[in-house]
């Protein structure tokens, strides 16, 4: 591991007053993505700035019926609490289908949003990846690219999101809440916080440098059932393969794209009547395999309808 210097941060102000000022500078708080990375040497920062303990872990009802819940609430602490569980259950039910109890317990809401790619190419440093190294090129385009993404992708860059919070909270249309060097706080949909690669896959967010991730808002639940479906090759230690979040009418994939992704067209043709697998087509009529990874177009077809099904179930037993 390389030398860095460290800071805690006596509040959220001087985190990203910190972060401006020191070029190359990360925030920490659970770590357990970054720490990895770092050791790897996959990530290099000069400086940290632990946000830890700032008083970001509440989770709050809100005046419209929803709930706020802080940056810094552990994936445990969230997807226990009974409102969750009570009112969004398909947050609750994807965060329990992600990391292991010891990563749940100290990975937090704001981290688990801002974590990296699991695609093995940007893991192996020996290997090109223009996510870890811009310019050096994709090496997943012609090699072992059996997990990468079936919408959105490029040229540059085939990897995916790994995060399954992030997909049920794109489905409840969350909105995250943020606090720039400036001062300024901001909020806006979760769906556009993450980027498509494009030309520039190593620019994975929408946030600009040293902006601070304070909360995620959830408006009050939709109407409908709600359940997150998942796919991998094992029930441990393996990633997802593909994954449906549905919120009453809403629905958002995962494990498919560089970042969780809203089916739009799919929505579209449920509420025009469509029955659940002719919804899942008019989605899957715009993704596009790398020749190994085709087989998640064929697993979408049939996961997409079976969590309409099962969500739709358990909204008539509500």
Known sequence: MRPFTYERAADAAAAVKSAAATPNSKFIAGGTNLLDLMKLEIEHPAHLIDVGRLPLADIVDTPEGGLRIGALATNSHVAADARVRARYPVLTQAIVAGGSGQLRNKATTAGNLMQRTRCAYFYDTTKPCNKRQPGSGCGALEGLNRNSAIF??????????????????????????????????????????????????????????????????????????????????????????????????????????????????????????????????????????????????????RLVPAAIAEAREQGRGA
């Open 152 to 301: 959105g992708a490029s040229h540059a860059c085939i990897a995916t999101h790994p995060s399954d919070m992030a997909v049920a909270l794109a489905a409840l249309d969350a909105r995250v809440e943020t606090l720039s060097p400036s001062g300024a706080a901001r909020a806006f949909p979760l769906i556009e916080l993450h980027r498509l690669p494009g030309e520039t896959p190593h620019i994975e967010t929408h946030l600009v440098s040293g902006e601070l991730i304070t909360a995620v808002v959830l408006p009050p639940p939709p109407a409908g059932g709600q359940t997150y479906r998942k796919a991998r090759d094992r029930a441990s230690y393996a990633a997802g393969l593909a994954s449906v979040a549905v919120a009453g009418g809403n629905l958002a994939f995962g494990a498919v794209a560089h970042k969780p992704w809203r089916a739009a067209e799919a929505e579209a043709a449920l509420a025009s009547g469509a029955s659940p697998a002719e919804a899942a087509a008019a989605e899957l009529a715009q993704a596009s395999d790398n020749g190994r990874n085709g087989f998640k177009i064929d697993l979408m077809s």
